[in-house]
């Protein structure tokens, strides 16, 4: 069964629905961005959170021994890389490391081989972004992937479009965040209906 990661919590209401709605993954945004956090808010929301739940930090070229004192205080499961981070940096760290890969068209995808880490976030080229657009990328490209990389879909999804994203690409985890807010916050209905969605397809 495809695995759910909702991206960008920041609130103690978000704590409260994630543990409700129990997804498996749960992101925090350390980048400059919207929903960017700071550790120690971060680390507050992380010790109200039921322990089941992954945390993912999401960095983007960050000094490496800053990600890994934020990664050790706020007790990280997974370091979430979404820059320009090379194959040797990305090696730097001893907990779990997922690379993201904007995807433009099928050269896009050459890159992943020059890693090795243990995830591969693909999310959609917007020149002059680094994720959290909401646009999708087109899914074919990535439809053989998944059989030889650990795949997380990002990018776009909704609860409109994830049975289609999941049939194509078999991601292992699909990653969520702006169709799952409203004006900016997290939304508890449009969570559950997401979740629901994706833990019905076989």
């Known amino acids: 069964m495809t695995k759910i990661k909702i991206c960008g919590l920041k609130h103690k209401n978000d704590i409260l629905y994630v543990n409700k709605l129990k997804p498996d993954y749960v992101g925090f945004v350390f ?37 890994k004192e934020i990664a050790e205080f706020c007790g990280l499961d997974i ?23 904007k995807v433009k068209n099928k050269h896009s995808l050459k890159k992943l081989n020059n890693y090795k880490t243990k995830g591969y976030l693909l999310d959609t080229y917007i020149k002059g972004a680094y994720g959290g657009t909401g646009k999708t990328f087109n899914w074919n490209l990535a439809s053989k992937i998944s059989k030889e990389k650990f795949i997380i879909l990002a990018g776009g999804l909704s609860e409109e479009n994830i ?16 169709s799952v807010e409203t004006n900016g916050h997290k939304d508890f209905a449009k969570m559950k209906k997401f979740i629901e969605r994706v833990r019905k397809i076989k």
Do not use: M
């Open 31 to 67: 980048a400059k961005s919207k929903r960017q956090i700071n550790k120690y808010k971060a680390k507050e929301l992380i010790d109200r959170l039921d322990k089941n739940i992954k945390t993912v930090g999401v960095f983007l070229n960050n000094p490496a021994d800053i990600v």
């Open 79 to 101: 370091i979430q890389l979404h820059g320009d981070e090379t194959p040797e940096y990305c090696d730097l760290f001893n907990k779990e490391t997922w690379k993201a890969f």
């Open 163 to 178: 049975e289609k994203a999941i049939t194509i690409v078999k991601p292992a985890v699909v990653d969520v965040s702006s």
